[in-house]
């Protein structure tokens, strides 16, 4: 009798062990994420972007414009769609953006920091580890460097003349 006790001891306690599961496997970008509707801002550099996202057929509206009209570089235009990507849901949300500030760069920057971080409001469960692990939701901290007294720039610095 006592040999089943421990048997079922440590079953139980094989049973506990393997209940645990990681944030990074925790059904990464398998498109299983809710469909609803979304908050997010972003900012990098000087540019703020306001992200709403909204269940439709993946129309992109930014400042009034179309994303092919916003940003011409497809390298930008990737940029900002990138997380929508990665989680496969194109063309399940309608995105509405308010960006100002900064250049072009930094507004795709903030721009894609917040349809991450709208997307991780919407399903945290199934959509966060993902986009973790992309590091789609990091702030990028870089800014500008300011410009110091006695220097042209930062660090540029008048050319040294010996006489």
Known sequence: MAENTDNSAVQETEEEMT???TETNAG?????????????TGRRKEAVARVRL???????TINGRTLEEFFPSRLHQREVNSPIVLLKLENK???IVLVEGGG??????????????????????ANRAALKKAGF?????RVVERKKAGLHKARRAPQF???
């Not at 990464?28 to 997010?40: F, L, R």
């Not at 909204?54 to 992109?60: A, D, L, Q, T």
């Open 19 to 21: 209940s645990y599961t």
């Open 28 to 40: 990464a970008g398998t498109g299983a994420s809710q469909i609803a509707p979304g908050y997010g």
């Open 54 to 60: 909204v269940p439709g057929s993946g129309k992109w």
């Open 93 to 95: 949300f309608d995105v």
């Open 104 to 125: 072009t760069t930094g507004q795709a920057g903030a721009i894609r920091l917040g349809v991450a971080r709208a997307l991780n409001a919407i399903d945290r469960d």
């Open 137 to 141: 939701l990091t702030r990028d901290a």
């Open 161 to 163: 003349s010996k006489r």
